[in-house]
């Protein structure tokens, strides 16, 4: 049984791959509700993972704010050395200010589009539905995701942070395999807070009408 104080997005995650859990007394206006309107909420209106355009918030990202500036210097250092940095920082949630890590959407390389298999720079769905950007460099990237699901304010450009998250991002890109089709993504097409979904009419953490 599904502890009912676990994480949202945990519990979405595992809803989305077609768990069914009897609703219970405790359950009702249980706060892991993965359906409710909670900020953090990978269900929620401002969805912070969703890739879908039905999820689109309304709250749109500021393309100035993370695009490379004009005179853009990256920090310069062992390729190595920044990836292994990156790494640490992928599950480092002092990064954000709603106790998210860029592990929590992308643990196991889960939530990625296809494209992530592609060279950078390239279109990324979330840059476009939120920043309107056609194209995204993997550091641009990086700063949607400081600025989205993680609300935070983006990472100065000349940064070790920025520089080491870009590196280990592209390392990730080595050992990535698209989906070809197949949504891992609990928030993105097949959202579990859909009509159909068990997430839904069924759900565990809902209160009881």
Known sequence: MMNPKAKPLALAIALAGG?????TASHAANPCNPCAPKAQNPCATKNPCAASSRNKPSNAIDPKLVTRPKS???YA???GELSKVGQRLWSDSSLSTNGMSCNTCHQANGAFQDSFAQPYPHAVQMARDRAGMKTT????MV???MLAPMAAQPLPWDSKELAALAAYST???KSFTPARGKVGNPC???NPCAAGNPCAA???CAAKK
């Open 137 to 140: 460099q993997v550091d641009e």
């Open 19 to 23: 768990l069914a859990l009897p609703m």
């Open 188 to 190: 993105a097409a097949r």
């Open 202 to 204: 069924k759900n565990p």
């Open 72 to 74: 853009y210097k990256p």
């Open 143 to 145: 700063q949607i995701c």
């Open 171 to 173: 390392e990730l890109q």
């Open 77 to 79: 250092g062992n390729a």
